[in-house]
T-cell receptor, first 114, second 111 residues
Framework: GAGVSQSPRYKVAKRGQDVALRCDPI?????LFWYQQALGQGPEFLTY????????KSGLPSDRFFAERPEGSVSTLKIQRTQQEDSAVYLC????????????FGEGSWLTVV | GIQVEQSPPDLILQEGANSTLRCNFS?????LQWFHQNPWGQLINLFY???GTKQNGRLSATTVATERYSLLYISSSQTTDSGVYFC?????????????FGRGTQLTVWP
């Protein structure tokens, strides 16, 4: 597609439920990022893929968070045993290559844990 | 990581007014981008500007990399300019493209 596409756009999960958020980056983009944005804050880095390789996962807040990009295109962010503090917007972004490039964001997946 | 500070945190304008938003950062950068976050949450690219000056319609931006700041100018503001403006930078030492964001400037333009 023309832009970064994310689904679902909105997700309400009960505490303890597992969720999976999907990102379809711009075709041909090597780099893919996940960010988390809490209400009233700027986005914060979670993890980075270069093709299928996860090169940086230092921003993942706990081992309940897991991301994959098995074929170097679509990526999934999975959150296990969701907790209330996981409520946030999860933003996916892609870029043609690694450093020093314009980065394009999707519309985000709004997660509310109740 | 690199620190990014944006000012002012909030800005209220009447339609037609001009404004300047500022972004200070704590270290040398590979990349600096300005974004507008629309009411639906999407971050819209405004400028990729690690240095120099760029203009796009009523918007322009200047980054003075040696002094570690960037300015976003909005002229003749319109109600559709309302939203949150973010500055984001990539540490010069990075090879991976990770962006560090400021907390944003919330702009409200009244008719």
């Amino acid at each position: 597609g023309a832009g970064v596409s994310q689904s679902p756009r909105y997700k309400v999960a009960k505490r303890g439920q597992d969720v999976a958020l999907r990102c379809d980056p711009i075709s041909g983009h090597v780099s893919l990022f996940w960010y988390q944005q809490a209400l009233g804050q700027g986005p914060e880095f979670l993890t980075y893929f270069q093709n299928e390789a996860q090169l940086d996962k230092s921003g993942l807040p706990s081992d309940r968070f897991f991301a994959e990009r098995p074929e170097g295109s679509v990526s999934t962010l999975k959150i296990q045993r969701t907790q209330q503090e996981d409520s946030a917007v999860y933003l996916c972004a892609s870029s043609p290559r690694a450093s020093g490039n314009t980065i394009y964001f999707g519309e985000g997946s709004w997660l509310t844990v109740v | 990581g690199i620190q990014v500070e944006q000012s002012p945190p909030d800005l209220i304008l009447q339609e037609g007014a001009n404004s300047t938003l500022r972004c200070n950062f704590s270290d040398s950068v590979n990349n600096l981008q300005w974004f507008h976050q629309n009411p639906w949450g999407q971050l819209i690219n405004l400028f990729y500007i690690p240095s120099g000056t760029k203009q796009n319609g009523r918007l322009s931006a200047t980054t003075v990399a040696t002094e570690r700041y960037s300015l976003l100018y909005i002229s003749s503001s319109q109600t559709t300019d309302s939203g949150v403006y973010f500055c984001a930078v990539e540490d010069r030492g990075s090879t991976l493209g990770r962006l560090y964001f400021g907390r944003g400037t919330q702009l409200t333009v009244w008719p």
